[in-house]
């Protein structure tokens, strides 16, 4: 019983930046990772970034040295800091929570939000 609320999408020129944040609620207890996926459109979802309770951190190629991942409090608010974007990064971003476990009363170890529009164009 875990609640993700993303923020932050918008639409953004060709080499701005945007910050998404997302917020979990509810039983989190612990968890093993949180992360970003994102579906461009016509696409598959795909994992942008993901980042470990212990702060390890993992990204996809394409956006190796522009995209940040980081936790602010108690490792329950994760944000994506998307630098240089390009047309490409358009997409629904959404944020997962993995528990790594299935806990008693719940039927799943895994939590996705409702995503947030990022649109690069000029």
């Known amino acids: 019983q875990v609640q993700l609320v993303e923020s932050g999408g918008g639409l953004v020129q060709p080499g701005g930046s945007l910050t998404l944040s997302c917020s979990a609620s509810g039983s989190i207890y612990s968890f093993y990772s949180m992360g970003w996926y994102r579906q461009p459109p016509g696409k598959e979802r795909e994992l942008v970034a993901r980042?470990?309770?212990?702060?390890?951190?993992n990204y996809a190629d394409s956006v190796k040295g522009r995209f940040t991942i980081f936790k602010h409090n108690g490792a329950s608010t994760v944000y994506l800091q998307m630098n240089g974007l390009q047309p490409e990064d358009t997409a629904v971003y959404y944020c997962?929570?993995?528990?790594?476990?299935?806990?008693?009363?719940?039927?799943?170890?895994?939590?996705w939000g409702q995503g947030t529009q990022v649109t690069v164009s000029s």
């Open positions: 980042i470990t309770s212990h702060g390890t951190t």
């Open positions: 997962n929570l993995d528990r790594g476990f299935t806990a008693i009363g719940e039927t799943t170890s895994e939590y």
